[in-house]
């Protein structure tokens, strides 16, 4: 059972005394299996806030059906089993962070457990500004609290958007952890964020949503992937000539060659090749594309 | 209904912050505290024999104690009456609003409850604030009056509840618009156009015939038909406080128009809730 199954997903908000209205998602279908890590990258006004709003029963689809965690977003129970952190989280700020997470523990149907919510605050880092009122709180410790409520009851789905937004690069990393940490606990993940970068280190899957529509969707890897041809490159006075002989062309930089092989046979044959020409190996990966030039190729701009 | 329970303390907590709100608390303390300290009064045989007020003697007719505190009663409820709702417009406008914001919104709909709750929750969070103030106040006055003067009434106690059945109904006026718009401002302007409309409303029978005869008479009277009495409940609260007979033919029908048109305006309130996206 797939821990979010979106069928025919269709969302126009419509304007008083206006006939056409805006249509924010336009027939999406995507499923997100339990346990994985899922991120959903697009431009911005692609429809990620409105889809990410559609599978929780804040905003309500024209059309299309939705299923979280096996049942209806409308449904309490459903809900008490996910974690969610808005793109914008307001907080009280003459609250103090355990007040705040005692009252959505309270909402949340959670049996009060003081030690546990500090324990949360202390795992997202905020174990020194317990006292202090939220109004006080930087934009980061802000949402280091959001994502502390968003963990309260450990909930079978997260679904975070921007959960990264205004901390430090060390307090990404942190909040790097704690993702990694809930996905391994097998905590399926949905993650919308606006860096790239994020995304690929912490997803193992990914949907590319533009102008209310999913263009590509798949693990990881198979997006990025390029085909059949390798990178690889060599020490410096390698001899360019007996590596074409052996099937290698020239990247552009120094050293650096693309080598197309369909398996790993192949591709050691033409190693071995390179290597009997005098040619030393220094660096070999597949060839391709990071998060970015996928994002780029999928909207079809030149990255 | 913990969900309701659980709104209805997160309003609370977010009103225990409010400076403007523990202000008008110390106030009443300081108005009850000052009523205390400065006010002496002798009562010989059940009648008033001699009253002090900051060390003053004040210049009264000997009189049966409940007559002569009928004034001070009826005054008393009609400022906390009028008085109390306009504060409460004033105080509570910007409490649904502000959990209508964005960023909160999303979060409490994401949590386990019905989108009812929320607003049910904010209702009983705001009419608790309102009963606790009114309780506070009309009981810190009978318990003044009555160790000093030895006459008990819950008079100015059911008044100051009837106080808030009358709240109750403009704040669901202003419940009902922060679902529509979300703007403390225009929740405040609205509850004080209910409570004035309230007000005509219970004046209406006197008011009709000075608006021409014909249309503008019968639309008058069929739009204060659907409005609250409040100036009635208000007069009906000051004869309670003074333990007057009642101006008013029935106080609870009155109370039904109240609730009818509270629970009408909540109605709205919810339905517009259900179907609205954030």
């Known amino acids: ?303 | 209904m913990s969900g309701v329970l659980g709104i209805a303390g997160y309003v609370l907590r977010e009103a225990a912050a409010r400076k403007f709100i523990l202000a008008f608390l110390l106030g009443v303390t300081g108005v009850l505290v000052t009523l205390s300290l400065s006010l002496r009064i002798e009562v010989v045989d059940g009648a008033l024999a001699a009253s002090r007020l900051f060390g003053e003697v004040m210049d009264t007719n000997i009189l049966a104690v409940d007559v002569a505190l009928r004034p001070i009663f009826m005054a008393a409820a009609a400022i906390v009456f009028y008085g109390g709702i306009l504060f409460g417009i004033v105080s509570c406008s910007d409490f649904a609003p502000s959990l209508l914001s964005p960023g909160r919104i999303e979060h409490l709909l994401a949590l386990p409850l019905r989108r009812w709750h929320i607003l049910a929750g904010t209702f009983l969070g705001v009419m608790t604030l309102a009963v606790c103030a009114a309780l506070y106040g009309s009981l810190g006055l009978v318990l003044i009056f009555g160790v000093k003067t030895g006459y008990w009434t819950v008079g100015p106690i059911i008044s100051a509840l009837l106080a808030c059945v009358s709240f109750a109904a403009v704040y669901a006026v202003m419940l009902t618009t922060a679902t529509v718009i979300r703007s403390a401002a225009l929740c405040a302007a609205l509850g004080g156009l209910t409570m004035v409309a309230g007000i005509i409303a219970g004046y209406r029978a006197k008011i009709a015939p000075f608006i021409e005869e014909g249309l503008s008479r019968e639309l008058f009277k069929a739009v204060t038909l659907l409005l609250p009495r409040l100036s009635s409940l208000a007069q009906a609260s000051m004869d309670l406080a003074a333990s007057a007979p009642l101006g008013v033919q029935s106080l609870s029908m009155l109370l039904a128009g109240v609730l009818v048109f509270g629970l009408g305006m909540l109605a709205v309130g919810f339905w517009w809730f259900e179907g609205r996206d954030y």
């Open chain 1, 1 to 303: 059972m797939p821990a979010i199954e979106v069928i025919g997903l269709r969302k126009t908000y419509r304007r008083a005394f206006r006939r056409q209205g805006h249509e924010a998602l336009r027939g999406v279908d995507l499923s997100v299996p339990q346990g994985s890590a899922f991120g959903l990258i697009g431009p911005n006004g692609a429809g990620k806030t409105t889809f990410i709003k559609s599978i929780l029963g804040i905003v309500q689809p024209s059309e299309g059906a939705v299923k979280v965690l096996g049942g209806s977003p409308e449904d309490p129970r459903i809900r008490a089993r996910i974690g969610y952190l808005p793109e914008r989280l307001h907080l009280p700020g003459s609250w103090s962070s355990p007040a705040f997470l005692a009252t959505v523990a309270r909402l949340k149907g959670l049996t009060p457990d003081k030690a546990a919510n500090l324990r949360l605050l202390e795992r997202v880092g905020l174990a020194d500004a317990l006292g202090r009122r939220i109004g006080g709180y930087s934009k980061g410790m802000r949402q280091r609290l959001g994502l502390a409520a968003a963990l309260l009851g450990n909930p079978e789905l997260l679904i975070l958007d921007e959960p990264t937004d205004g901390i430090d690069p060390i307090g990404r990393v942190e909040v790097r952890r704690i993702l990694q940490e809930e996905v391994q606990r097998g905590t399926t993940l949905f993650l919308n964020s606006h860096l790239l970068a994020e995304t690929e280190r912490v997803c193992d899957r990914i949907a590319i949503l533009a102008e209310g529509k999913v263009l590509r969707e798949g693990r990881l890897e198979e997006l990025s992937r390029g085909g059949s041809r390798w990178v690889v490159r060599f020490a410096p006075g390698a001899d360019a000539g007996a590596l074409a002989s052996a099937g290698f062309t020239a990247a552009g930089s120094e050293g650096v060659y693309h080598v197309e092989a369909s398996d790993a046979a192949g591709l050691n044959a033409a190693l071995d090749k390179a290597r009997t020409a005098g040619a030393l190996l220094v660096e070999l990966k597949r060839d391709g594309q990071d998060l970015e030039a996928v994002l780029a190729s999928a909207m079809g701009v030149a990255a």
